[in-house]
């Protein structure tokens, strides 16, 4: 017995994962004595390449919207651990520095609670060229806030009526906004939970309201509800992103966004199709949530 947990340990320290793209970039290497071969999953092999191929197109579209001057703002939102921020970082790995922004505001201080609650976030808006990234945005006040506390009744029904008027406004001003919401399943996010404290990677993600995020799950959903029913419109409507699998999530992402966009050289639309399983319109999702609101265990994440 204490042979055999020996082994497992040993093989659980020994375990490496290794860098996204080092499999697709060796694929060809020639055998030699300072290699070591490595099994890798042919999916993997595939999500890899897949990924790269949708990298460049982000870089062209980059390029042409610097052409251009075109606004570009996206809206990343979900529940803990839906994977928002590992598909952020895959988007931005290859493009200029100078012509993207992540904004991930941490949480307000004393004189932006006294200020306008869209403020600290309008600074951030994309100027000519420029592709904005929202890592949570004002939609806080739709769901952490009053699921939490840190807003009243009134802040948030105040919040759902007026900010279709706010996205209205900027769309109709030139800035192209996608709107994203990454639906996790409970049993999945719960899993995402745990590897962060046994993971030393990871362990910057771990907070004090992860315990809370799958306590208070039903509250999460009927506010996710409640967002979308109030703010999903025609002129700035919103995309579901299942993403129980952190891949398919990443690459049907980047497809959707490329897909919306006009760029030179842009691959035929085929192959920028995004899986219906995956994108999901944010009127199909309603009517989803409609059917089982009064069933959490149905409703997605």
């Known amino acids: 017995m204490g042979r055999n947990n020996g082994k497992n340990n040993r093989k659980k320290k020994n375990k490496i994962k290794l860098a996204e793209g080092t499999a697709i970039r060796n694929i060809d290497a020639k055998e030699n004595k300072k290699r070591q071969a490595v099994w890798i999953k042919k999916w993997h092999l595939e999500y890899e390449e897949n990924l790269r191929t949708l990298q460049i197109e982000l870089m062209k579209m980059q390029q042409s919207m610097q052409d251009s001057g075109k606004r570009v703002l996206a809206i990343f939102e979900g529940r803990d651990a839906a994977g928002k921020g590992g598909t952020i970082k895959r988007i931005i790995a290859h493009l200029n520095p100078r012509s993207y922004n992540v904004v991930a505001l941490a949480k307000p201080n004393e004189t932006e609670i006294s200020q306008w609650y869209y403020q600290r976030y309008t600074s951030h808006l994309p100027s000519a060229g420029q592709f904005t990234i929202f890592d949570r945005s004002w939609y806080n006040r739709a769901m952490v806030e009053p699921v939490m506390g840190f807003c009243t009744d009134e802040q948030n029904k105040r919040f759902l009526k007026d900010v279709p008027m706010l996205e209205e406004l900027l769309v109709k001003d030139g800035i192209t906004l996608f709107k ?105 999702e309603l009517r989803h949530m409609e059917e089982n609101i009064m069933n959490p265990k149905k409703l997605h994440g």
């Open 180 to 284: 994203y919401y990454f639906s996790v399943s409970k049993e999945v996010q719960k899993e995402r939970f745990d590897s962060r404290k046994t993971d030393p990677l990871k362990q910057y993600k771990l907070s004090p309201v992860d315990n809370l995020a799958q306590k208070y799950w039903n509250e999460y959903s009927v506010r996710k509800f409640q967002m979308l029913s109030e703010t999903n419109r025609t002129i700035a409507p919103w995309t579901i992103i299942r993403s129980d699998n952190k891949k398919l999530a990443r690459l049907n992402c980047i497809k959707h966004i490329l897909t919306n966009m006009d760029y030179e050289g842009k691959l035929p639309a085929k192959q920028l199709l995004a899986d219906p399983k995956i994108v999901v319109s944010g009127i199909d």
